[in-house]
């Protein structure tokens, strides 16, 4: 199977800058027609990571706008024209050089905090390798976020919080007050007004740091036949709302009324990512191909694989990339 990224390129005079690109990951072989395709995202560049690299999970951007991958294979950038895999030389087993990379922010221009499977990796950019990470936490990283100065990293087993200034780890999930649906916690989002939401393998709350306590969130499904896994937050400025993406659902966090709405259109899908383009249509990522969704116009545009088309989709599993810039 051919190991793929999938980057969309606009076909108008747009700029770098002004490009969105998003990831698909390929696990088997699948043959779709694509239905209600606007031209703006019609047309792919694929991008072959090698190295037996399947799946692409979080995507960032440095200042000089070299793109950086998380794989199941570890670490990759891309400058545009070729893409340079970086092994991780602190352990001799292969498994942790090899290993699968959930997350990645830069915390400075030069040291990009890589969350993987066996913890905490830490890359200088600047002199191309790895280094000793600030804290040991040998445990399956899925989110980061850097809010009110310090380091929030999610978890398969706890919310934990470093302090950059003490140089100290903590275990949120122990304090009494700090009530989370679940240990198992998938997603991080700060917002805009300073809030720290938690997606967890069971439902979201967020937190409010100034009183110490936690919030939980009821989203309002219509039926649950397992655990309601949150796999993607994303803040909507022009709305005023988080968008929730569950298994299953999404919804709309109207933050001024602190209400919940269910977008039933996408009932039944997985959202594994979300993203504002430059018109503010709201991009998700499923295992059922990409919605370009918009709310005001009441439209859904739905992009999936052509086997006939070497140009389209590479796949329906899409990871989206927001091409944050430190």
Known sequence: MADLISRFLYHTERTLIHRCVFLTVCFWSITLSSFGQGDAYREFENVFPGNDASVVTCLMQDQQGLMWMGSDKGLFSYNGYSVQQHLFSLQKSRSVINGMIHCGLFVDAIHLYLGSENGLLVYNIETDSFEKPPFDLHLDIRSMVVFEGDLWIGTLNGLYRYSFKKRSLEDVTKRGNFVIPNKAIYVLLKSQSNVLYVGTYNGLCYLDTRTGTSHIIKLPVVSLKNSLLVNSLLEDPIRKCI?????????????????????????????????????????????????????????????????RDNKSLTNNIVFLGNNAVY
């Open 243 to 307: 968008w929730v993406g569950t298994e299953g659902y999404l919804f709309k966090y109207i933050l001024a009324t602190r209400s919940i709405e269910r977008v039933s259109a996408f009932d039944g899908n997985s959202i594994k990512s979300m993203v504002l383009d430059h018109d503010n249509n709201l991009l998700l990522g499923t295992d059922n191909g990409l919605y370009v969704y918009n709310q005001e116009k009441k439209s859904i545009k739905h992009v999936v694989h052509d086997s």
